[in-house]
């Protein structure tokens, strides 16, 4: 008996510990949304100040290059920035939307994460694929948790990504994401969609990742399936409606 309220006891100190992790992180990404807003007017301005230089007629070529670069990254980080300013949004909107440049804003946000694990990111997408209705954000949402899930499980050896879209048959597109990590062993691979099921260390995973994502996908009228290979590797293959 005695045993027995242990163990509920310290159930409740990991769900607690959870709950905070979770609030906290909750936290990080308000304030990261306020940072990414005040980028927004320093960015326009090197932006517009780029372009003025770069219409000038006495600037030399050398100059010229440089300043056409800070343009082209300051761009970059401007459409970034409104894409998470869009991202972070709390509304759920159904509208048309891209699964092609969904799949790369999702990709270019995680380039820093996938070079620093020297993953190697491929991309083949179908760009015949036609408009989707869905909300936007939860389809990044899917997407980021997915991929995030994939780098991680890649965190010391390194690998391939590669990323595919196609249609599924007349009115659904389908997202593949496949990885060459060490894989889900069989035993396990049938409990990683649980709520608070994870295999990651301490503060790095949450177990509601791969369940929120389960969720989102069904939420907007689609399917998961996961596949492993004995030998390595995990495939996840997402499906979703052309129109809800």
Do not use: C, W
């Amino acid at each position: 008996m005695t045993r027995n309220i242990l163990q509920e006891r310290h159930i409740d100190a990991d769900l607690l510990q959870q709950l905070a992790y979770n609030e906290k992180m909750a936290e990080l990404g308000k304030i990261s949304a306020s940072v990414v807003h005040e980028l927004n007017a320093p960015l326009s301005v090197i932006i517009s100040a780029s372009q003025m230089i770069m219409r000038e007629q006495d600037v030399p070529e050398f100059v010229q290059e440089m300043i056409a670069r800070i343009n082209s990254e300051a761009q970059r980080l401007s459409q970034l920035t409104r894409g998470l300013l869009s991202y972070s949004s709390y509304d759920q909107v159904t509208a048309e939307a891209d699964l092609n440049l969904t799949v790369n804003f999702i990709l270019d946000f995680l380039t820093f994460e996938a070079s620093r694990r020297a993953v190697v990111v491929m991309r083949q997408l179908d760009h015949r694929l036609p408009l989707i209705q869905t909300d936007s954000n939860q389809l990044k949402q899917i997407l980021l948790n997915i991929v995030m899930n994939a780098l991680q499980a890649m965190e010391t050896a390194g690998g391939t990504l590669l990323v595919e879209t196609a249609t599924a048959g007349d009115d659904q597109v389908r997202v593949t994401i496949s990885d060459s990590g060490p894989g889900i062993p069989p035993e396990v691979i049938e409990r990683i969609f649980d709520r608070y099921f994870t295999t990651k260390k301490s503060g790095v995973g949450t177990g509601l990742g791969l369940f929120v994502t389960r969720e989102l996908v069904i939420q907007l009228g689609g399917a998961i399936r996961v596949s492993s290979g004995a030998e390595g590797g995990t495939t996840f293959i997402v499906t979703l409606p052309i129109a809800p």
